[in-house]
């Protein structure tokens, strides 16, 4: 069973730069999508980037290229998302999510085609 816990959120101003991790556990020695989704008051859950947790491929939603870089570091079982120019629209909870992947397959940007997920965690930009 893949876990996943959240950290890094938080208050940040406008044009300012948060990083957020994903520490996993219970992943086996295969290939796994590692996933970012937020979710805005009112809106629905939407896709920022995903990676291969073996191979390091990225995905990124379009809107976002340029500002999130998402990255990982196997030692420490954690993915990151480096958010930078953060703008107010930007404020969410954010939430890592995983499934079992395979090294030729393309990252799904789809929630549903994740089963694993993190609490959440809050990141309000504001002045």
């Known amino acids: 069973q893949v876990q996943l816990v959240e950290s890094g959120g938080g208050l940040v101003q406008p044009g300012g730069s948060l990083r957020l991790s994903c520490a996993a556990s219970?992943?086996?020695?295969?290939?796994?999508?590692m996933g970012w989704f937020r979710q805005a008051p009112g809106k629905e859950r939407e896709f920022v980037s995903a990676i291969k947790w073996i191979a390091g491929s990225t995905r990124y939603a379009d809107s976002l290229k340029g500002r999130f870089t998402i990255s990982r570091d196997n030692a420490k079982n954690t993915i990151y998302l480096q958010m930078n120019s953060l703008k107010p629209e930007d404020t969410a909870v954010y939430f890592c999510?995983?499934?079992?992947?395979?090294?030729?397959?393309?990252?799904?940007?789809?929630?549903?085609?994740?089963?694993?997920w993190g609490q959440g965690i809050q990141v309000t930009v504001s002045s």
């Open positions: 219970g992943l086996m020695s295969r290939e796994y999508f």
């Open positions: 999510a995983a499934r079992a992947g395979y090294p030729w397959g393309n990252l799904p940007s789809v929630q549903d085609d994740y089963p694993y």
